[in-house]
């Protein structure tokens, strides 16, 4: 570390060495002034390197968020869309309407918002569940593996819209290949099913949800089995461990710290997923298949009052930071107690 | 002094070089033991593995061979090879609906958004890396935090304001092409920073200060020193990136008019009031589908080496 031997004032600036200095830089006559100047320099670097990101950021995610805060606060309705400054407030008026379960507006939210987490824990611990086992079983290289990886990467590096297309397309009523196998070929059914309507819609949502989020889950602990040590299965093979006992005690803990932030993304990604159902069932969701994402568009589209759209939006905000601000605090804990189990075991 | 430096500097750089194929190739070494599994173990695999298999193959085999069927074969039942095989659907897609148009489209978008997001990520992971400074951690949490934000919320308001930058300064966002690119390149941003500084921080501070020892700037040590290194890390992240705009359907659908119009909401044009043309649909989304397909096949090896450095440690 060059940098460490800089005992400069610049410390209270944070911990670790500050910027990488350049030696050499020694103050020469009048060096006072010209250090003060480089340093305001140096410690402007950082902040004018993050800039563009920063300048991105406000105007597309946190600009808009506020935006759309002060809107759910209004009374937005078709009136006053070409100026919604101009809309009157509403104060919590709008919040009270989308919450009022005995109203159908509010019956509709809390039935929509119950199919979504439904769907997610589905969704979510289905494709944990497959994507962990193939990067298991796949730790070890065999005949194939190269192929058998390209195969199952390919359902994710699909484009969205082309992979819920070829499922609605299996999915019909009348010429899907569902219903042909199902129902023509294997006789499983009396009837041929409908998918994309009706009850089959949850289904029909979570395995085409599934069919192109698992392999996600398949890349990231693949990856994350890479940084296993091979000296901790080399060790145990010698104690007399093997393969199932090896997976339980030592690539499952391994897995947790990549699980933590798997899980979590994915229950992100799922819960607030709006190309899958919107590109599947169109613009008119059947209610079985009614996610938040989709249902929230329709209610500020359908009746054009973006403010009760923006109330939901913010309620669905503010839902989402309370599970992951209780989830990350719980699952650090757990991992650093199952942590140091496995090390004492 | 100075010319010894830089001298030893390319001696230097081949050591580092050599220093994280290393790692890479260690990496890529673990696993669990080399005797062979139990039987047990092997039929688990063979039929888990399977199933997988079939679960993955079949719709796009379904897609592979309805797109080389004439009309009659996906308008009745389905069948599981055609009548007759014909490339008609791939000569029809492109008069049907102007296919190369919104390809084209696409194209720009995704290309455009995928270049500034990854040089904007190389920069500010760089600094998030190799720099502490005030805030550094709010910058962090809030960029990632911003992965929480459902699309819908800021759906409208983003409209609004690309609305009101047209008409306070003439520049097109809503409609045009550089909207998009501009809503898509911060869609990858959060991941993209979140990967590289994980990447950039696998990296040995020793390698930039030695390049800084050499007369390198900061912006020299960056691009001559860190963005080799993290070759991998950085391709990762523009697979990611260029995926990412590629397939984003929500804010295409609001944000873009007939000239501008991507693939992602022009696919809906096969569907007509009566008829869906599935045979050319499914020709359609196999066309779309090569480019990205392909090349995230071709660099998903960078994609796990990235992962494995920068995102599970």
Known sequence: ?345 | MRESHRRAQPHRRAQARARVRARVRAGRRSGRSPTAPPRSFVWTRRVVLSLLAVFAAVPVYAMLTSSLKPLEDVTGQFRWWPSELTIRPYIDIWHTVPLARYFLNSIIVAGAATGLSVAIAIVSAYAVSRYRFRGRRLFTVTVLSTQMFPGILFLLPLFLIYVNIGNATGIALYGSRGGLILTYLTFSLPFSIWMLVGYFDSIPRGLDEAARVDGCGPIGALLRVIVPAATPGIVAVAIYAFMTAWSEVLFASVMTNDTTRTLAVGLRGYATQNDVYWNQVMAASLVVSVPVVAGFLLLQRYLVAGLTAGAVK
């Not at chain 1, 101009?86 to 309407?97: T, V």
């Not at chain 1, 009837?191 to 990231?220: C, E, H, K, M, Y």
């Not at chain 1, 989830?327 to 650090?332: D, V």
């Open chain 1, 1 to 345: 570390m060059i940098t460490a031997v800089r005992p400069d004032r610049r410390g209270r600036s944070g911990a670790g060495g500050g910027a990488p200095a350049a030696p050499g830089g020694a103050p020469g006559p009048g060096g006072r002034r010209r250090r003060t100047l480089d340093r305001l320099r140096r410690g402007g670097l950082p902040y004018l390197f993050l800039l563009p990101a920063l300048v991105m950021e406000l105007l597309v995610h946190i600009v808009p968020m506020l935006v759309g805060i002060a809107m759910s606060f209004k009374e937005l309705t078709r009136f006053f869309i070409s100026d919604w400054s101009g809309a009157p407030w509403a104060g919590l008026d709008n919040y009270r309407f989308v919450v009022d379960v005995n109203r159908p507006v509010g019956a509709a939210l809390l039935q929509s918002f119950g199919i979504t987490c439904a769907f997610t824990v589905l969704a979510v611990g289905l494709c944990w569940l497959l994507g962990a086992a193939a990067a298991i079983l796949m730790q070890d290289p065999f005949r194939g593996r190269g192929g058998l990886r390209a195969l199952f990467l390919t359902p994710y590096a699909l484009p969205v819209y082309a992979s819920v297309i070829i499922w609605a397309f299996m999915f019909q009523h009348d010429n899907g290949l569902v219903n042909h196998v199902l129902h023509d070929q294997l006789g499983l059914t009396d009837q041929p099913s409908f998918w994309l309507i009706g009850d089959n819609s949850f289904a029909a949502l979570v395995i085409v949800s599934v069919w192109r989020t698992w392999p996600f889950a398949f890349l990231i602990l693949m990856a994350g089995l890479q940084t296993i040590p091979r000296e901790l299965y080399e060790a145990s093979a010698i104690d007399g461990a093997g393969v199932w006992r090896q997976i339980r005690h030592i690539t499952m803990p391994s897995l947790l710290p990549v699980n933590q932030v798997l899980v979590l993304v994915l229950f992100l990604w799922t819960f607030n997923d709006f190309n899958v159902p919107y590109v599947l069932f169109g613009r008119s969701a059947p209610s079985a298949g009614d996610l938040i994402s989709v249902h929230i568009y329709q209610a500020s589209f359908v009746t054009w009052n973006f403010g009760t759209g923006s109330a939901m939006s913010v309620l669905l905000l503010a839902f989402l930071l309370v599970v992951t601000g209780l989830y990350l605090p719980l699952t650090s804990r757990t991992r650093r107690r199952r942590g140091h189990d496995a090390r004492v075991s």
